[in-house]
């Protein structure tokens, strides 16, 4: 079964930026439709940003004007850069598929 494996997570300061990654085991992202969603501590699950098969991005407006969610075919990956991260960034990020299971994430940490 196909896998998506989320990296680049980690402590940053209010400001700074991190750029999380998203690779499938298994097969080709190339034909998926690809979001990010997160989820903070006590909170539902949020869509935060999505790319379609031919790299039409969508925002959430949290994430507007400060992330970039693209493809690069060739490498079979996705990537959400973060810029201008606030505190209330700080979640656990996912990146979803349809059809496909959600994974671990990879943490995230914004602090003031």
């Known amino acids: 079964q196909v896998q998506l494996v989320e990296s680049g997570g980690g402590l940053v300061q209010a400001g700074g930026s991190l750029r999380l990654s998203c690779a499938a085991s298994g097969s080709t992202l190339n034909l998926y439709a690809i979001a990010w969603f997160r989820q903070a501590p006590g909170k539902q699950r949020e869509w935060v940003a999505g790319i379609s098969s031919g790299g039409t991005a969508a925002y959430a407006d949290s994430a507007k004007g400060r992330f970039t969610i693209s493809r690069d075919n060739a490498k079979n990956m996705v990537y959400l850069q973060m810029n201008s991260l606030k505190s209330e960034d700080t979640a656990v990020y996912y990146c979803?598929?349809?059809?496909?299971?959600w994974g671990q994430g990879t943490q995230v940490t914004v602090s003031s």
């Open positions: 979803k598929a349809d059809g496909l299971s």
